[in-house]
């Protein structure tokens, strides 16, 4: 009886013990992409750079004022502010690395969490309403015929003071939703709305709501959040 049990239901538990073990690996390796040694090199890099970030942000935000105010700058000004710049970049292209690896930096606290479309979905809005308000904010939608809107850049985004390029509106809204779902997540709140428009490392300095050269975070928030009512 034991013998007959065994030969008809032995295969069964193997596969079934079998399941199993593959499915608490895969769970487990799910669950920690950003504890492994290569999400962790990517955020120390990071940790390492924020010192001289920090070191040319003063002399960045003083040249920053001076482009837009449009006054004559000296070439020897200009060391802190590519300096900054090239730091941002750095820490751009290893936040990029960690986002592959399916994570994304907490800047106002430099830790690491798991960042997906996924976590987006579980947050209860409408991410392409959350993009066309802002772009309705920024550019009327691209039908602005001034600034970045004449290079199909919906969202207003610049790289090194200036306006990046598209061939196409689809792709500027493509970009605002890849980093949104990287950097921001959840609906825009005041602290969020600080991070967009200033940068995560004024709204580490300077605390939620402060306005800073790249515009107002209360206003923003209040346009964007308006329009995305409306749609």
């Not at 120390?44 to 837009?68: G, H, T």
């Not at 923003?220 to 009512?229: G, M, N, Q």
């Amino acid at each position: 009886m034991i013998k007959n049990t065994i030969k008809t239901y032995g295969p069964l538990v193997i596969v079934a013990f079998a399941a199993l073990m593959a499915y608490g690996i895969s769970s487990t390796k799910a669950e920690e992409p950003c504890k492994s040694p290569e999400a962790l090199s990517h955020l120390e890099n990071v940790k390492q750079n924020q010192p001289r970030i920090a070191e040319n942000k003063d002399e960045y935000d003083r040249l920053s004022a001076s482009f837009n105010a449009r006054k004559e700058i000296s070439p020897d000004d200009l060391d802190g502010y590519n300096e900054y710049v090239r730091n941002l970049q750095w820490n751009e292209s290893e936040n990029d690395a960690l986002h592959k690896l399916g994570c994304r930096i907490k800047w106002d606290t430099l830790e690491l969490e798991p960042g997906s479309e996924e976590l987006h979905a579980a947050a209860g809005y409408d991410l392409d309403k959350l993009a066309k308000a802002v772009a309705i904010h920024e550019t009327g939608n691209c039908t602005a015929k001034v600034g970045s809107a004449l290079y199909n850049n919906c969202h207003g985004f610049r790289k090194s003071n200036r306006f990046l390029r598209f061939s196409k509106k689809e792709e500027s809204y493509a970009y605002f939703k890849d980093l949104w779902v990287r950097n921001y997540e959840d609906f825009p709140n005041l602290r969020l709305a600080t991070a967009y428009v200033c940068g995560w490392q004024h709204l580490k300095k300077n605390g939620t709501g402060t306005p800073c050269s790249g515009g107002n975070p209360n206003s923003w928030l209040a346009s964007v959040t308006s329009i995305y009512e409306t749609l």
